[in-house]
DNA sequence: TTCCAGATTTGACAAATGTCAATAAATCAT
DNA sequence: ATGATTTATTGACATTTGTCAAATCTGGAA
């Protein structure tokens, strides 16, 4: 049971120490703010208008962040994959309504740590900035990125961008979240993956 | 003279003191960090392929972060205006040589510092890590909201909400920028301004 | 002022993508 | 396994947007 326990913050441990050292202590201090949890397929964690009260790392599974417009189309603003942490970050940070939702997309199981968990540490403890920091780095590059694919490309190149980047994703998922992750509708993307 | 020297650095120290306070010493050695300098419009900062040497601040003008394809046709990945900071983001950070270019699209006057500096300091002044991790989330979370816009928008609608949200941009900037900030060719855009 | 270079607008048309509807395929719960 | 429900594909067509070319407008230099 203990080797157990243990088990589900091994991954959280090591992306603390992926870019940096953290000591002992101060991982176990981190790991301590996390709470463990499964999730069911579809279900959702956070509705728009709430604000978000937690930020997700996933040890197994995929949580999806998505928008939904007036007449009910959805958009997936981010995809959550095993060792990434994520939520509705604007929200989550601003402690604003959130305009997404959360959903698990996968039978997932997951660590969620609070905002105000989250933002103690941050004045407690510099390497738990330091951390977060490059973590922001990261996933603000990788929006640039998105960026520029959404401006520059078609919808064959985002595509095979995506193909390239991440193809254990398309195979994951449904091609509804693929295609309102990309902003091309489902129709056009089935057609694509026929013609090649 | 040394009235107009300190004015130099009147917008950056408020920029500092935006969201912490922050000493007059640790503003005093921030400030000494970064050079001054004039550009002409049009004037090209970072060529695609090198590594971006410089963060900028923008005092006065705007710069602007662009791509370019094969064909010459260039995007706007982002646009930096008074009392913003911005550059090549991920050459700079990555110190990988970059997709994009910036150029200065008015005469401007810019305060530049090197990432060596940079970083320098991150490791130095605790402060100095949580102004940048604070510029971070904001200028993160303006990126999820581009991107929000660029998946669920058609042309019309995101000119719509640079209307509402940037009004002076489109009266400042030549409306070519604007349509390869948007994603949009210059002809929709030019149809978009007319018809409503 | 006058002229020129660049920017903007407009038109005609082509290409890409979306929408709606019908069908086929896959997945889930029992 | 089997039926029910969701998901994926395909076709026909409408709409949006892009492309190219020409015309018009604009601001700065001589």
Chains 1, 2 share one sequence.
Request: charged share 25%.
């Amino acid at each position: 049971m203990i080797g157990q326990e243990a088990d589900v913050y091994r991954q959280l441990k090591q992306y603390f120490s992926k870019y940096i050292t953290v000591s002992d202590e101060q991982t176990s201090v981190f790991c301590s703010k996390f709470k463990h949890r499964r999730t069911k397929r579809g279900e959702v964690l956070l509705r728009a208008g709430e604000v978000a009260p937690y930020s997700y790392f996933v040890n197994k599974g995929c949580l999806r962040v998505y928008m939904m417009d007036a007449e009910g189309r959805e958009s997936t603003r981010f995809l959550v994959f095993e060792n990434c942490i994520g939520t509705a970050f604007p929200s989550f940070t601003l402690q604003e309504p959130s305009m997404a939702y959360i959903q698990s997309v996968e039978p997932s199981e997951i660590l969620y740590i609070t905002h105000k968990d989250f933002n103690e540490m941050l004045d407690t403890f510099p390497v738990w900035e330091r951390i977060y920091r490059i973590d922001l780095e990261r996933e603000y590059i990788a929006s640039i990125r998105r960026i520029e694919s959404l401006i520059t490309m078609d919808a064959k190149q985002k595509y095979n961008m995506l193909m390239n980047t991440n193809p254990s994703l398309i195979q994951r998922l449904p091609s509804k979240i693929i295609a309102d992750y990309l902003g091309i509708s489902q129709e056009t993307l089935s057609r694509l993956k026929s013609k090649k």
